[in-house]
T-cell receptor, first 117, second 114 residues
Framework: AQTVTQSQPEMSVQEAETVTLSCTYD???????LFWYKQPPSRQMILVIRQEAYKQQNATENRFSVNFQKAAKSFSLKISDSQLGDAAMYFC??????????????FGKGTKLTVNP | NAGVTQTPKFRILKIGQSMTLQCTQDMNHNYMYWYRQDPGMGLKLIYYSVGAGITDKGEVPNGYNVSRSTTEDFPLRLELAAPSQTSVYFC?????????????FGPGTRLLVL
């Protein structure tokens, strides 16, 4: 079974600085998707960024980027120019490519990010 | 578009009571999911549906039931509520194939069983 591990229960960063959140996963599949979701105090899950395993290029979305290392099964999230609104729980998630089945996500336990003014 | 909506936002149940958590999506997604999130944990899949009339168990289905009579609605039924079902419940939906493979989540329902 696939597992996702986030080894940092909590992280903090100064406003305008850069922070990196770690995620590792375990799978025997070669083709899959990885995601980072943000969960603010409102509890809603918001997609931050996604990465297809078959793509070598790291995904970027504005101030958010990932460092995807397939051989090491590592998928870290870098937040640049941190803003107060970035404060939230961040969840790393894994999903295999569908083969006629559903898209079942496997989540890590999350990292709580605090942004200090 | 409202996206994925869930009702109620919060509910307190007594042990042994039953209730239905409602979930509706207006994006014409054929895949829908129910997750629970316990304190300090990630989400775990309870049930999912690949289309109207088709449902299947996820990782933690015991104590729950679902139905999918329409594309839009995917209610989650709790029978004989137990304290172990105290959690936050999220409904999600997605397209089935192609490039639109991202799950869209609702705002969650917080359930407290006393």
């Amino acid at each position: 079974a696939q597992t996702v591990t986030q080894s940092q229960p909590e992280m903090s960063v100064q406003e305008a600085e850069t922070v990196t959140l770690s995620c590792t996963y375990d799978t025997s599949e070669s083709d899959y998707y990885l995601f980072w979701y943000k969960q603010p105090p409102s509890r809603q899950m918001i997609l931050v960024i996604r990465q297809e395993a078959y793509k070598q290029q790291n995904a970027t979305e504005n101030r958010f980027s990932v460092n995807f290392q397939k051989a090491a099964k590592s998928f870290s999230l870098k937040i640049s120019d941190s803003q107060l609104g970035d404060a939230a729980m961040y969840f790393c998630a894994y999903r295999t490519r569908p083969r006629g089945g559903s898209e079942k996500l496997v989540f890590g336990k999350g990292t709580k990010l605090t942004v200090n003014p | 578009n409202a996206g994925v909506t869930q009702t109620p936002k919060f509910r307190i149940l007594k042990i042994g009571q039953s209730m239905t958590l409602q979930c509706t999506q207006d994006m014409n997604h054929n895949y829908m999911y129910w997750y629970r999130q316990d304190p300090g944990m990630g989400l775990k899949l309870i049930y999912y549906s690949v289309g109207a009339g088709i449902t299947d168990k996820g990782e933690v289905p015991n104590g729950y039931n679902v139905s999918r009579s329409t594309t839009e609605d995917f209610p989650l039924r709790l029978e004989l509520a137990a304290p172990s079902q105290t959690s936050v419940y999220f409904c999600a939906s997605s397209y089935s194939q192609g490039t639109q493979e991202t799950q869209y989540f609702g705002p969650g329902t917080r359930l407290l069983v006393l």
